[in-house]
């Protein structure tokens, strides 16, 4: 693999976790809150 297609790869790569983690931090803080809520 050359190292363009290395750095498509890495940035398409990336991308994807920040989606994901930005879909996944608003569950975290709903979470927290229940588990205050309930604790």
């Known amino acids: 693999m050359d190292r363009k297609t290395a ?3 890495a940035v398409r790569y990336t991308q994807h976790t920040q989606v ?3 879909k996944l ?3 975290l803080k709903n979470s927290k809150k229940e588990i205050q809520k309930t604790g």
């Open 20 to 22: 994901s983690f930005q």
């Open 25 to 27: 931090l608003p569950l």
């Open 7 to 9: 750095m498509k790869n």
